[in-house]
């Protein structure tokens, strides 16, 4: 095996490990770690997703704070 599918095998494995609510939070923080990245807009999220655009300002101003903080926000 190498050395790629060695890492995508752990990737694997830890998505398994760990709870729905928390693969949904890592979800939920990379649409919003796409926008602050320029990867994304606020658009792309509210068309692919079922978030609100109330709740995305709301993820996006707890994302804010939380780096401002230095602290995780999910």
Excluded at 6 to 26: C, D, G, P, T, Y
Excluded at 35 to 47: A, G, P, R
Excluded at 64 to 72: D, F, G, K, Y
């Amino acid at each position: 095996m190498g050395n790629l599918e060695l890492k995508h095998a752990a990737k694997i494995e830890r998505l398994l490990q760990m709870s729905s609510s928390e693969v949904e939070n890592s979800r939920i923080k990379g649409l919003i770690d796409g926008i602050y990245n320029h990867e994304l807009t606020e658009e792309d999220v509210l068309q692919f997703t079922n978030i609100t655009a109330e709740q995305l300002q709301i993820l996006m101003i707890k994302r804010q704070v939380a780096a401002a903080e230095s602290i995780s926000w999910t």
